[in-house]
Structures are given as structure tokens and as C-alpha cells.
């Protein structure tokens, strides 16, 4: 057992024993940790390990899975703080408090735990912050979705910095985001929090959101480690029944490259277990994995009660104390929200010799150094950064990047009869239940959403245009709704339709509403039986296709719904537009786009299924999961993975493997590359249209025969390319042989030598060119230092040097803007 000791006693290295070591800046983090460890009792000791969550409801409205079960014990104030605490739980996030007020109340409490407690430490404060600082009057940005639907992981870390200094502003040093978790079944209601279905989009844009937040001094938090978006029937918490190499070679890379490429400093363990083992639980996971092997050194916190649910959902424990050991073992640090298992009860099994202090004492050290880094222990620490008397968190640099985002982040799925862009002066009927619903733009964790909903004496606290207000200030607009996102009540109807055989075009505006455990149609605990629309909002668009006015279909969702119905109709819909939950400013930014002002250059992060049922399935399909002869069930989807239209033109030309040409032309047969080597694809991009746009250049890996079966293509590079008309650029992709690996046979993960090809797309099913390449040399096996990354160069081509034999020409008609 430890001892008590005097701190001021206890001199540093210089010899001066008026500063504890502990807080002596001239010492590494590391010995200043191990220092204040060796000073404090077991229940200083704990105290560390928890958070508190003085703002939880637990009337039975929460925004945390059983949270009215969870807190109806959460001690005081004054106990808790007693002998310190490891961190405070969304003071600015559990209820409507100004930015400024909430930061006064922050900085209050933390000097009240200083004063309280023997070491004067402070809590590191945490928030929720997928979709921005989800605070009240903060900017609401587009949704991870809309994040993957861009294509553009500068612009997300540009999006993640800005929120990363909004945190530090007010005070917060840790984030819980960004989701690497890789849509397995989109009936999932956390789907919309996701960045897509592709391992490679999913790391390499969840990297580029933690540099940003990262490059704030905030603490990055990976989740959900891992396998928890593979739910069984994409229900929430479901188990997951999935084989190793599917974990290694599509749950697990997001979360290595975010780690190799972002340096996040917390990981936080999924909900779920994955054959039996709950991740909370699982040493080999979050220890011999994540540590051992992969070399992490920062926090792991729990899932929001996720350690008492060792318990209570997963019974692999007879009570919280077992549950604890059993977190701690396997790796667990902190337990969050709100203290529980980590409690007086942990203490009294560690005295009796249940639990072994030890375990208590690594996680200890890892969150008392994580405190030291940021800054909590140094001379002139403060609560909040300048008293946050002035502190804004939406401004206009936050709304110019959440518009950016958004308008980036919008698809044109089809536009069959160019009736996008609307032309001026065009009369529109604008119907369906979200056409003026500004909640329509906000995903589950949005404040409004996420909180607010539970406060609705309390205004949203930010603005948020609907597409009413946007259309409307563009062209002569009627509205009328037609029915809401759920239910069966159709009287409505009657009115849209009058109002669509009225109009020269309808815009019919469907989708839907976020919301937390059943309170919405997606989001946390919003799991989908099937990916029909919901309620009646698919009639309402048959009932408009049929008065033969042309319709614009405008999909605001969180999740890709099956549209093989509408577009089967015999009078289909004119155009398609998708956006996920595209934030406060994303009325504005559909509305750009459906009136020409901006040409769309959103990709689909997920396939947009045909039929409703036949989930799970993604693009990520050995060959028996696709389209065969063998079963009467077609999977093939509506629009694939990738898959965006633009209003500008592109030419694509001059696609190759570089080096592999001679002189006299092409060399006969595959390029060699080596299984230790890099293979570079380049290919020159022309807008050949009369408005300015930006084309997303994909790389796919075909491997067509392997020693396991592997999926058809899968995403090995992408570039996002804005360019004028007449200008051209070219987008060189170094591909490493490291990218070509995969779970062989044997369970290790190598790069198998043998013909590949390496595909330039446009989408995963539009493919421009397929360069043949052999793996050349002995099979090579890998390991986590392998290049997780293609790199890629955009290289600007003068007009006169762009060559004009063009593979193949954009099939876009070619549409003047507005």
C-alpha cells in the first residue's frame, strides 16, 4: 500500500525544495508523473482515473446510453473533489449556457478543485466535438459524412484546427472525435457520425482532423476502438460477428493511419464486443495491440458507462468492482463520465488484494503525465484562457469553413435531363417535410440536436437557414410541405401536388431528422429496420414524380437511403442531389449549388443502395458479394462509391504507369513493381466545360487473383482537383507496394507478388483506366511500420502543353450556369 508523504518536502534534482518535482518545467513529463504518483494515497490516486458529470440528467432525456440508469448516485460536488479529480464532463455541453457564463462557471470550479484538493491539480476538461464544439452558440459544421463527402482532408484539418482553438478558448483541453469507425451496414444510426465505408477515406480524413484539433493543444480522442459500426443487423451495441482478417484489414486502418499520420493523444474503446470479448475488456486489444505493438502512449477512456456495462449489457462481470479489474487489465485509464466503478469500491478491492495496485498505478501515470503536457502543473496555468469574458464560439472564420465544407460536401447524383442548375427566373414548388426545417442541417451530435432538443423553452443559439430561406431569396417559391419525416399522415399530399403541377420545377426536400435513442430517424440509437425512407416521405416523391413536372430530388439525410423505387418510376426524377447533415450553413450551400452559383464536386463516401433490404453491403465486396448467377438477389447499388457529377466537363488524359513507357511507346506487358518499391500512376485532368470546378481523380487496387479473397477494387489514392475552364493539371500518385498488403493466409499480413492493376476512376464502378503492373519479387511480410499512405502531387499544365488524344472525355452534358 502507499504512504502518504508531504509534498513540499519532497525536493527536485536542482536541489530546491520549495518547488515539488512535480512541478519543477525543467523535468521531462514522464519524471514529473512518476514524482507526484509516488506522493499520493490510493484514493488521491483513483481520483485521477474519473471524470464527473455535475450537469447529468438523469430524468430519463439523456445524450448518453442509459444515462437516467447511470446517475442517479453520482455523489457531490464536495466528495468528489476531496481528493482531486482526473476530469470534468462537459461543462459547456449538458445544458444552454452562454459561452461566456459557462466559461466564469468552468474557471470557478477548477479553482475550487485546486483550493479543495491536497495537490492542487486540475481537471482536464473534456467535450463532445464531431460536428464542432458541441456548445451552445457554437458553429455547427457539417457532419463526418459530408467530411468524407469532400474529399478534401485539408479542409476537414483546416475545419478540426478551428475547432481545436474554440476548445482551448474555452478551457477544454480534451475532444471526443473524430469516429474512424468504417460503415458496415449504413441501418446503423451512428452512420452519419462516420467518414464512409472505405478504410483508406476514413484514415486518411480522420488523420487530417486530428492534426487539426491536435494542432489546437487539445487532445484527440480515436473511437471507437474497435469494430463497433460492424453491429449485428446495424443495430447500437449489437454484437459483431466478424472474422480477424476483416478486423485487421477494414476496422483497424483508419485507427493506424490516425495514429502513424495525426498523433492523437487518447484512444476511447468501443461499446461492442467482436466475438464474444467486449473491447472494454479485451488486454490483447487495447494493450498488446494498441501499446505493445503499435507503440501508443496516451490515454484510453471509456465509452460513456462502457466499464459498469461489463456488468449490466455484456455480463462478463459479477459487479462493478470486477468490471473495473477487468478494464484496467486490459488497459483502460479513466473512467468517463462520471465516477462509478473507479470509486471508494475499487479501493476497498485494491486494500483487500483483490485488484492490484500496480494496474491502478500505470494508468495513473499515463493520465498525470498526459495532465504535465498539457500544461495543467506549470507556474501560470490558467482555468480559461484570458477569463473567456469575450469568448465567441461562432464567428465568421468558423461559418466561412463550415460553408466551404458544406458546399464541397454536396453530391449531384444524377442529372439526366440537366435540370440543374435551375435557371433564373424558373418557378419552383418546393415541398416535402424538411424543405424549412433548419434542423434538417444538424446531425446527432450538433448542440441543437444533441442537447437542445431536451430545452426547447431555449432558442437554437445559432443561425440556421433553411432551404426555403435560400431558394426563396433566388427564385418565386411555393411551399408546401406534404408530410412530416415519420407517420403515415398523408394530408398533405394534396396541396404539393398542386403545388408541383403548378410549377416549372419541384423540388422535393426529403431525409432525415437526427436525434439520440429513438428520438429521430438517425443518430445514436436511431438504428433503421431497412433503408426505405422514412414515414411516408417516399410517396410523397412518387405522388409529385407523377404530376409530370420535373423533380429535383433533394435528399437531407445521415445515412444513404435505397432509391431504386423512385428511380424505377415512369416518370423518374430530373435530378438528385444528396447532402448529409451539411451544417448551419449547408441550406445556403444546396441552394448554391441548385442554382448554379457553385458547381458540385462532392463524391458518395458511401453507396446509395438499389433496394432497401440486403444489408449489410458495401463496395468493399470479395466477388461472390457482388451482382451473380448464384443468387436472385442484385446488391448492385443505385450509385456506387465515388460516384459525383459536376456542372463543368472533364477530359481525362494521358493516364500511365510513369517510367513504364518508352520512346517507341508503351512497354508490352505489366510494369514491374517491386513488393518493396513504389509504383507512380499519373494522369493529366482538363476542364474542357465553361464554368469553374473541381474533379476527384480515385485510385483503386485491382488484384484479381490472391491466396484469400479480397475485395474487387478497394481505394488506394484520391486527389481533389479544382480547376477553370481550360486549365489542366496533372495528379501524379506514388504508390507504395506497402498499400497492396492484406491478412494472407497464414494470418500475417503481406504483399503478395503478381499482376495488379492499378485503376484511375472516377468512382469505384467508373473506371478511366486500368494500368497493369506485377508485383515483382519474394512475398514480403509486413507489420505496423508498413507506408499506410499513397502520396499524391496536383502539378499545373500550361494550356499549350496539354496533350489532346484523350482517353476518354467526360460524359457530362455540357450545361451553362444559370
Not at 468 to 497: I, K, N
Not at 748 to 759: H, I, K, N, Q
Request: glycine residues 10%; contains cysteine.
Amino acid at each position: 500500500m502507499t504512504t502518504q508523504t508531504t509534498p513540499a518536502a519532497v525536493p527536485d534534482r536542482h536541489g530546491d525544495s520549495t518547488t515539488p518535482p512535480w512541478r519543477d518545467v525543467r523535468l521531462d513529463a514522464g519524471e514529473r508523473a512518476r514524482a507526484l504518483a509516488a506522493a499520493m494515497t490510493l484514493e488521491e490516486k483513483l481520483a485521477q482515473l474519473v471524470g464527473v458529470w455535475v450537469g447529468a440528467d438523469a430524468s430519463g432525456g439523456g445524450v448518453a446510453p442509459h444515462q437516467a440508469d447511470m446517475t442517479g448516485n453520482v455523489p457531490t460536488w464536495e466528495s468528489v473533489v476531496e481528493h482531486g479529480l482526473g476530469q470534468l464532463t462537459r461543462p459547456y455541453g449538458t445544458a444552454p449556457v452562454a459561452p461566456a457564463v459557462g466559461a466564469r462557471s468552468l474557471e470557478r470550479s477548477q479553482r475550487d478543485l485546486v483550493a479543495a484538493s491536497r495537490f492542487g491539480i486540475p481537471a482536464q476538461v473534456h467535450e463532445e466535438c464531431l460536428a464542432g464544439f458541441a456548445a451552445w452558440q457554437a458553429t455547427a459544421y457539417p457532419v463526418p459524412l459530408s467530411w468524407g463527402a469532400s474529399f478534401d482532408p485539408e479542409l476537414v484539418e483546416a475545419m478540426a484546427a478551428r475547432i481545436g482553438a474554440s476548445l482551448r478558448a474555452a478551457g477544454v483541453h480534451q475532444g471526443l472525435a473524430p469516429v474512424l469507425d468504417v460503415v458496415r451496414d449504413p441501418r446503423w444510426g451512428r452512420t452519419e457520425e462516420t467518414i464512409g465505408e472505405d478504410p483508406y477515406l476514413v484514415g486518411t480524413v480522420g488523420a487530417a482532423y486530428v492534426r487539426g484539433l491536435e494542432s489546437g493543444g487539445v487532445v484527440a480522442t480515436l473511437k471507437h476502438f474497435a469494430g463497433y459500426s460492424a453491429s449485428r443487423a446495424g443495430r447500437n451495441l449489437a454484437p459483431v460477428t466478424m472474422g480477424p482478417r476483416e478486423f485487421a484489414d477494414v476496422v483497424l486502418p483508419p485507427f493506424e493511419t490516425a495514429l502513424r499520420h495525426g498523433r492523437p493523444r487518447s484512444v476511447m474503446h468501443s461499446y461492442t464486443d467482436v466475438d464474444g470479448m467486449p473491447s472494454a475488456a479485451d488486454r490483447a486489444l487495447l494493450t498488446g495491440l494498441l501499446r505493445e505493438r503499435w507503440g501508443f502512449d496516451g490515454t484510453v477512456v471509456a465509452d460513456y458507462f462502457g466499464i459498469r456495462f461489463l456488468e449490466t449489457l455484456h455480463r462478463v462481470a459479477a459487479d462493478g468492482t470486477e468490471a473495473a479489474r477487468l478494464a484496467l487489465d486490459a488497459g483502460v485509464d479513466v473512467e468517463l463520465p462520471t465516477v462509478d466503478t473507479f470509486g471508494p469500491e475499487l479501493a476497498t478491492a485494491v486494500r483487500r488484494g483483490d485488484v492490484e495496485e500496480s494496474l491502478v498505478d500505470r494508468a495513473l501515470h499515463r493520465v498525470l503525465r498526459q495532465k504535465i503536457e498539457l500544461g495543467l502543473l506549470d507556474p501560470g496555468w490558467e482555468p480559461v484562457p484570458g477569463g473567456g469574458t469575450e469568448l465567441v464560439l461562432d464567428d465568421d472564420a468558423g461559418r466561412d469553413l463550415a460553408l466551404r465544407l458544406a458546399r464541397e460536401a454536396v453530391v449531384l447524383l444524377d442529372n439526366r435531363d440537366a435540370a440543374l442548375p435551375l435557371a433564373q427566373g424558373t418557378r419552383v414548388a418546393l415541398v416535402g417535410p424538411l424543405a424549412d426545417d433548419p434542423m434538417a442541417m444538424l446531425g446527432c451530435y450538433s448542440f441543437p440536436a444533441h442537447v437542445g432538443a431536451r430545452h426547447p423553452e431555449v432558442e437554437r443559439g445559432i443561425d440556421v437557414p433553411t432551404v426555403l430561406d435560400e431558394l426563396g431569396s433566388r427564385f418565386d417559391v411555393v411551399h408546401a410541405p406534404g408530410c412530416e419525416v415519420t407517420g403515415t399522415d398523408r394530408s398533405g399530399f394534396a396541396d404539393a401536388v398542386a403545388a408541383a403541377r403548378a410549377a416549372q420545377v419541384c423540388v422535393v426536400v426529403v431525409g432525415d431528422r437526427a436525434g439520440l435513442f429513438g428520438r429521430g430517424t438517425s443518430g445514436e440509437g436511431c438504428d433503421a429496420a431497412d433503408l426505405r425512407l422514412p414515414g411516408v416521405q417516399e410517396d410523397l416523391v412518387r405522388a409529385v414524380l407523377a404530376t409530370g413536372t420535373p423533380v429535383v430530388l433533394l435528399l437531407l439525410t445521415g445515412r444513404p437511403y435505397a432509391l431504386g423505387a423512385v428511380l424505377d418510376e415512369p416518370t423518374p426524377p430530373a435530378a438528385v442531389v444528396q447532402a448529409f447533415f451539411p451544417g448551419q450553413l449547408g441550406g445556403r450551400a444546396v441552394a448554391e449549388v441548385l442554382a448554379g452559383e457553385v458547381s458540385p464536386s462532392g463524391r458518395l463516401p458511401v453507396s446509395v443502395p438499389r433496394e432497401p433490404g440486403g444489408q449489410p453491403g458495401t463496395y468493399l465486396s470479395a466477388p461472390l458479394g457482388l451482382r451473380s448467377g448464384v443468387s436472385n438477389v442484385d446488391p448492385t447499388p443505385s450509385f456506387a462509391f465515388g460516384h459525383g457529377l459536376s456542372y463543368a466537363t472533364f477530359a481525362w488524359e494521358d493516364a500511365q504507369v510513369v517510367g513504364a513507357a518508352s520512346p517507341d511507346g508503351p512497354a508490352p506487358g505489366p510494369a514491374d513493381w517491386p513488393v518493396d518499391g513504389d509504383a507512380e500512376v499519373a494522369v493529366t485532368v482538363r476542364n474542357t466545360g465553361t464554368v469553374p470546378g473541381a474533379d476527384v481523380v480515385q485510385l483503386y487496387l485491382h488484384d484479381p487473383v490472391a491466396q484469400v479473397t479480397r475485395p474487387v477494387v478497394r481505394l488506394v489514392g484520391y486527389a481533389r482537383v479544382a480547376l477553370d475552364p481550360g486549365e489542366a493539371a496533372t495528379v501524379t500518385f506514388t504508390v507504395p507496394a506497402d498499400v497492396t498488403s492484406f491478412t494472407g493466409a497464414a494470418g500475417r499480413r503481406v504483399v503478395e507478388p503478381g499482376d495488379v492493376e492499378l485503376r484511375v476512376s472516377r468512382s469505384s464502378d467508373d473506371t478511366v483506366a486500368a494500368l497493369a503492373l506485377r508485383l515483382v519479387g519474394a512475398e514480403r511480410v509486413v507489420d505496423h511500420t508498413r507506408r499506410l499512405v499513397s502520396g499524391n502531387r496536383v502539378d499545373r499544365v500550361e494550356r499549350s502543353d496539354v496533350p489532346r488524344d484523350s482517353i476518354e472525355q467526360h460524359e457530362h452534358e455540357e450545361v451553362s450556369v444559370g
